[in-house]
């Protein structure tokens, strides 16, 4: 749907309004003791009506995917991969994206390569494939990152602006030669500019959903600068926000996984500060290390 | 039941003013509660909704109207009046003004 003016609204309508779209996607059963839905209320009640106004018309195009729907979803992207892909092959290695530098550490992509692994004995397509985990980057070493027999699978919950993952394929190709032919990209979700970069160049991707800009892909014309200037004044009372401002490189996305990453813009996931007080965030994210 | 109606013209107060839901919060409403208060005076035809406006019914104003006393005043204008009968015509600025020796009470000796 395409939204083409800026609207205002009155505190009772963007709660109607916000329940609605929790009641729409169902977020009232993750949300069982409202916890989510009260905050959001009390971040509506403290902004300005066209703020409101934007902040509902974000939320109603915005994915909430809990770690509950992981299994679920990770099982069906594999099941998207056509099956000829996967005739000849003897073993799958599984690796994580991951930065060079968080090399050594958990993140989301692990625990995805275990469910992946885990699954595979029950599959009918990928019951006879072997899964091997591969833990850290040294472990790419003599040889090609995937044999002729071998599917590299590189795996993560989220794709943003695809940094994390041209790093990490950098980092394997300064060690050994990759097989594109023979490497998937699996995600839940991937942003949709990114996953169309991608796939120009060749690359198999897959993932469950596929992100859309929050602003310019849903608006046209002036509208789309009106309502950015819009997000940018709400951010200058959001302290930290600034380098980050409609997300990580202007991503403009509108998703929480088990955390919010963040490419999601940051009203969602960062604090607001009104009149001296602060206000959490609907999606708020653990204190970092 | 006095309470239920109570927040039913709280609702269409804060409706008709276009104010914030604080009064609903202030009588231990939850926002889910307040988000059923607003379904259900939609579907009883209090409040009917525009788009995503929500505006007040004939019926909803009739209502809000019989019963708004039931709900505190929280416009200030509307409930501190004007103190007309001590109010005094206003003088020039070079002007001396000289009371009468009778109204000065405090010239009065004491009985």
């Known amino acids: ?289 | 039941m006095s309470n239920q109606i109570k927040v039913i013209v709280a609702l269409l107060k804060i409706v008709e003013e276009g104010s914030s839901v604080r009064m609903l919060k202030h009588l231990k409403l939850s926002y889910t509660e307040i988000a059923d208060l607003i379904e259900q005076n939609i579907i009883n035809g209090n409040l009917v909704e525009k788009d995503a406006e929500i505006v007040l019914t004939e019926n909803g104003a009739s209502f809000l109207n019989e019963n708004r006393h039931l709900v505190k005043e929280t416009d200030k204008s509307k409930w501190i009046e004007p103190d007309y009968k001590n109010k005094i015509k206003k003088i020039a600025r070079d002007d001396v003004f000289l009371p009468s020796k009778k109204e000065l009470s405090f010239l009065k000796k004491l009985p």
Request: net charge negative; proline share 4%; glycine share 6%.
């Open chain 1, 1 to 289: 749907m395409l939204h083409q003016k800026i609207a205002k609204m009155k505190d009772t309508e963007s709660i109607n309004a916000l329940a609605k779209i929790f009641k729409k996607k169902k977020w009232f059963n993750i949300d069982d003791d409202d916890h989510i839905f009260d905050t959001f209320c009390d971040l509506l009640n403290i902004l300005e009506p066209e703020e409101r106004a934007l902040i509902i018309e974000l939320t109603s195009n915005y994915y909430w995917i809990t770690g509950d729907d992981y299994l679920k979803d990770i099982k069906e992207v594999i099941k998207s991969v056509p099956q000829t892909t996967f005739e000849g092959i003897k073993d799958i290695l599984l690796f994580p994206i991951v930065k060079p530098t968080d090399d050594k550490k958990t993140k989301s992509g692990h625990g995805l390569t275990y469910d992946i692994k885990a699954m595979m004995p029950m599959s009918s397509n990928l019951r006879h494939v072997f899964p091997k985990i591969i833990e850290e980057f040294s472990e790419f070493g003599s040889g090609p990152a995937s044999k002729a027999n071998q599917l590299l699978l590189l795996v993560d919950d989220f794709i943003g602006s695809g940094d994390t993952l041209d790093q990490c394929l950098k980092e394997i190709e300064g060690r050994t030669k990759i097989y594109y032919e023979r490497t998937l990209i699996i995600c839940i979700s991937c942003q949709l500019e990114t996953y169309n970069l991608l796939t120009s160049k060749g690359i198999n991707i897959y993932a469950k959903y596929l992100i859309e800009r929050g602003i310019t892909d849903f608006n046209v014309g002036s509208t789309i600068d009106e309502k950015k200037d819009l997000m940018r004044t709400i951010e200058k009372s959001i302290p930290g926000s600034n380098s980050l401002s409609l997300g990580f490189m202007e991503s403009e996305a509108l998703i929480t996984l088990k955390r919010t990453p963040d490419n999601t813009f940051p009203v969602f996931w960062m604090r607001t500060r009104r009149e001296g007080k602060y206000y959490n965030p609907p999606f708020l994210r653990e204190k970092q290390s």
